[in-house]
């Protein structure tokens, strides 16, 4: 497994924007999928955005579609969320998650966004 540790978060107006970062322990950063999902006070978490191992080739929970941009740096052990025109419904705590070539799955801590109206 890796460690993860996001950071980034915060209390935004909606509209606004925040990036999140998440680094990651190790040496074979490149060969794990990244990926981001958050969840909100009283729901099950869910997928955001998912950056595939070595092709870098990004996948998108619908709801966060051309405001969401995640990014990698395979050299910094790190994978970056680049959030824009925030809404409401994306206040939740969200976990970067590393998925190994085996299928194991690391997450970190969380970081809390909170998006005002």
């Known amino acids: 497994q890796v460690q993860l540790v996001e950071s980034g978060g915060g209390l935004v107006q909606a509209g606004g924007s925040l990036r999140l970062s998440c680094a990651a322990s190790?040496?074979?950063?490149?060969?794990?999928?990244m990926g981001w999902f958050r969840q909100a006070p009283g729901k099950e978490r869910e997928f955001v955005v998912a950056?595939?191992?070595?092709?870098?080739?990004?996948y998108y929970a619908d709801s966060v579609k051309a405001r969401f941009t995640i990014s990698r740096d395979n050299a910094k052990n790190t994978v970056y969320l680049q959030m824009n025109n925030l809404k409401p419904e994306d206040t939740a705590v969200y976990h970067c998650?590393?998925?190994?070539?085996?299928?194991?799955?690391?997450w970190g801590q969380g970081t809390q966004v909170t998006v005002s109206s």
């Open positions: 998650n590393a998925r190994s070539s085996r299928g194991v799955r690391s």
């Open positions: 190790g040496r074979t950063f490149s060969s794990y999928t």
């Open positions: 950056s595939r191992r070595f092709s870098g080739d990004a």
